[in-house]
């Protein structure tokens, strides 16, 4: 299908608005951070003499050694478990077909539709219940379970459109099950995994409310979670408190850049896939 001048035109003219819409914020916060520690600088006003100690200063207020240190381990307690979990579920489910596979699809598309801020209260007085408020572990945990129904629907997404010439062809050669899945599938699978894995970093490191109302200690924080309590001390001063945010934010950027590649893959697999 051709398409005409015109229609090219247009949706070049959209996505150059689209852009300027997401850049634009991005931006007017950048040249805020440059102001002086106290100013109130109007829209996009780039400074007559730029305070480039604002981000050192940000850096060492928010403590950000330590919330890396503790991202990264959240990050890294996070999505290794998660991918086996919902590498072996979506097997299980899209590939062997095991009994009430449907249902359990279904149950794991019903945790899709439940909204987050819904579930943040029983998970408070749950995580209080076990002893581990306050702890990494009341970030860890629950991540686990929530990122679950995603995970799994993906996953499942991409066993289901397998073929069962390969499962049948290694059942000849005696595979077990266990065979089947980890010396066939999952070597297989190991692009809609790594994509998996790009995401749920990324969603982990980014966790805002979960580290906010389960930690109060900012240390033991993502550092998105983080900025609450750095908004919170420093609210009245607009440059420093823009200077923190993208010190906090540079990481997820930096690894977007890195791996945008992937991650655009990952979702355009995601949405191919069903």
């Known amino acids: 299908m051709r398409v005409s001048r015109s229609e090219l035109f247009a949706g070049r003219a959209v996505l150059l608005v689209l852009v300027a819409i997401t850049v634009l914020p991005f931006i007017s916060i950048f040249t805020t951070a440059l102001h002086p520690s106290g100013d109130v600088p109007p829209g996009l006003d780039w400074p007559a003499d730029p305070q480039w100690g604002n981000f050192l200063?940000?850096?060492?207020?928010?403590?950000?050694?330590?919330?890396l240190v503790s991202s990264v381990f959240i990050v890294l307690?996070?999505?290794?478990?998660?991918?086996?979990?919902s590498t072996m579920a979506g097997f299980g489910i899209g590939l062997l077909r095991i009994p009430g596979a449907r249902w359990l699809l279904l149950l794991f598309i019903f945790g899709l539709t439940l909204p987050f801020e819904g579930i943040i209260t029983p998970l408070?007085?749950?995580a209080r219940?076990?002893?581990i408020l306050n702890t990494r572990l009341a970030i860890v945990l629950p991540l686990?379970?929530?990122f679950m129904p995603f995970a799994v629907f993906w996953m499942r997404a991409h066993f289901v459109n397998m073929p069962n010439?390969?499962?049948e062809a290694a059942r000849v050669d005696g595979a077990s099950t266990w065979d089947l899945f980890w010396r066939i599938h999952?070597?297989?699978a190991m692009a809609p995994i790594a994509s998996l894995g790009i995401l749920m970093s990324v969603w982990a490191w980014n966790q805002f409310l979960l580290a906010l109302v389960l930690v109060e200690d900012p240390s033991?924080?993502?550092?998105a979670g983080a900025l609450g309590a750095f908004q919170g001390h420093y609210a009245t001063d607009i440059p420093l408190l823009s200077a923190g945010t993208i010190v906090i934010l540079l990481p997820t950027l930096l690894l977007f850049i890195v791996f945008q590649r992937q991650v655009i893959s990952a979702l355009l697999q995601g949405s191919v896939k069903g």
């Open 57 to 67: 200063e940000a850096f060492r207020v928010a403590n950000m050694t330590s919330l």
């Open 77 to 85: 307690a996070v999505v290794p478990i998660s991918l086996v979990i």
């Open 124 to 126: 408070y007085f749950l």
């Open 129 to 131: 219940s076990m002893g």
């Open 144 to 146: 686990i379970g929530l």
């Open 165 to 167: 010439e390969i499962s």
């Open 186 to 188: 999952v070597p297989l």
């Open 220 to 223: 033991q924080r993502t550092m």
